[in-house]
């Protein structure tokens, strides 16, 4: 069965450092989406993907995310200059029509 | 996307039917109930969906009122395996970009 794979599985850096968390969708899909779950809190919308754009993002999204799909598989998301408060995990989605399936997701760890 | 309420926490017996209720009472006409469970910090894992009628797959059934304002998510036979939090969301389903709220769902725990 297919499924969306994310690596790393854990990353650990220094506040200030830049970090990329790479997602592989289900080859057939066309919408991506980062989600994030801050340790013991729900799990929160970051950025959906369509069409080599953003379609939507949230409050969260700021100038220091930003998300690319380099080539036919990847999808990734970059956070420029992490902080503390990004330690989180971070869960990959991608649907080809209504439903999402998430990856098994890569937990931050900021220094 | 319309509201849902979910009670915090729920148990059952391994081996008995799990029934866990979600409301969903402002939902309008074109939104599906969704439900997905995260078992400890693993991601997301969808579960079932449906619209109005009641649906059945290899890992549970959804059982939606006639009003559509609230629906029970059923796992026939529950195992260890099946502890898990469980998140019933309501989304529209032509917006496949679309984001998914979640809530903070029921915490099942079932009991050897």
């Known amino acids: 069965e297919p499924e969306v794979t994310q690596t790393p599985s854990h990353q650990v850096t220094q506040m200030g450092q830049e970090v990329i968390l790479r997602c592989v969708p289900i080859?057939?899909?066309?919408?991506f989406y980062w989600y994030r779950q801050i340790l013991g809190q729900k799990v929160e919308f970051l950025v959906s993907?369509?069409?080599?754009?953003?379609?939507?993002k949230s409050e969260i999204f700021d100038d220091q995310f930003s998300v690319e799909r380099p080539d036919g598989s990847n999808f990734t998301l970059k956070i420029r200059s992490t902080k503390l408060e990004d330690s989180a995990m971070y869960f990959c989605?991608?649907?080809?029509?209504?439903?999402?399936?998430f990856g098994p997701g890569t937990r931050l760890l900021v220094l | 996307d319309a509201k849902t309420t979910q009670p915090t926490s729920m148990d059952c017996a391994e081996g008995r039917a799990a029934n866990l209720p979600c409301n969903h009472s402002?939902?309008?006409?074109?939104?599906?109930v969704y439900w997905y469970r995260q078992i400890h910090s693993q991601g997301p894992q969808y579960i079932i969906h449906?619209?109005?009628n009641n649906e059945t797959n290899e890992m549970a059934s959804l059982i939606i009122t006639e009003d559509r304002k609230s629906s029970t998510l059923i796992l026939p036979h529950a195992t260890l395996r099946d502890t898990a939090v469980y998140y019933c969301?309501?989304?529209?389903?032509?917006?496949?970009?679309?984001?998914?709220?979640f809530g903070s769902g029921t915490r099942l725990l079932v009991r050897p």
């Open positions: 989605a991608s649907s080809s029509e209504g439903t999402q399936y």
């Open positions: 969301i309501v989304r529209a389903w032509r917006d496949s970009s679309y984001k998914l709220i």
């Open positions: 449906g619209l109005k």
């Open positions: 993907f369509y069409n080599n754009e953003i379609s939507e």
């Open positions: 402002t939902i309008s006409g074109n939104e599906y």
């Open positions: 080859s057939n899909h066309l919408y």
